[in-house]
């Protein structure tokens, strides 16, 4: 969580955003794709780093389970 792997490491996700609003980050976890599509200068920025990688869309998660799972971030940081 902590190491870049296959796309930046988890740990610092919510610092990295902290430049937008927390509903941009919301969106960029369920539908990457339609981040880049609107042009957002964190998803594209995101994007051009890890060489064009795209991540899998979860857009089943609700801001309550994603909040858990920032939540789960923040505590093993």
Do not use: C
């Amino acid at each position: 969580m902590k190491d870049d792997l296959k796309g930046p490491a988890l740990a610092g996700v919510e610092k990295r955003w902290s430049n937008y609003p927390k509903k941009d980050l919301y969106e960029w976890i369920r539908s990457p794709k339609a981040m880049l599509e609107k042009q957002h200068p964190k998803a594209i920025e995101i994007w051009l780093e890890w060489d064009k990688a795209r991540m899998s869309a979860s857009k089943k998660l609700t801001d309550e389970d994603i909040e858990a799972i920032l939540e789960y971030i923040r505590s093993v940081e």
